[in-house]
Each structure stands twice: as C-alpha cells, then as structure tokens.
C-alpha cells in the first residue's frame, strides 16, 4: 500500500490545483427583446429561439 514518505507543501499543493477554477457562462443577447440569455437556449424573457416562438408568453 502506498504511503507518502514526505509531507506536501501548500505550494505543491496548490500549484496541481491551479485548473481547478470555474469558467463563466457564454451569454448571449437575445435578438427580439435584447434580454441577456444563455447560448442555443430558448429567451426566458420572451420565448424565441432562432426566429420562432418556443415558449409561449403573456
């Protein structure tokens, strides 16, 4: 069974967690209302997804 001889330093530590970070969404505006939305998604706002009425709004 494998043991660690010798203790981690936090610099090693946290140099192999360096890509562990979080990327942002990719947001879009809308074309028919200008709304912020997030990518290939249907409008929450209005219900449009490319040119047609997705979902239907009051």
Do not use: F, W
């Given at each position: 069974?494998a043991?660690?001889?010798?203790r981690i330093?936090?610099?090693?530590?946290?140099?192999?967690?360096?890509h562990?970070?979080l990327?942002a969404?990719?947001?879009?505006?809308c074309?028919?209302?200008g709304?912020?939305?997030?990518q290939?998604?249907a409008c929450p706002e209005c219900?449009?997804?490319?040119?047609?009425?997705?979902?239907?709004?009051?």
């Amino acid at each position: 069974m494998a043991v660690p001889k010798h203790r981690i330093s936090k610099s090693r530590r946290d140099k192999r967690r360096t890509h562990y970070k979080l990327t942002a969404p990719h947001v879009a505006t809308c074309p028919q209302c200008g709304e912020a939305k997030m990518q290939h998604r249907a409008c929450p706002e209005c219900g449009v997804y490319n040119g047609r009425n997705v979902i239907e709004k009051e």
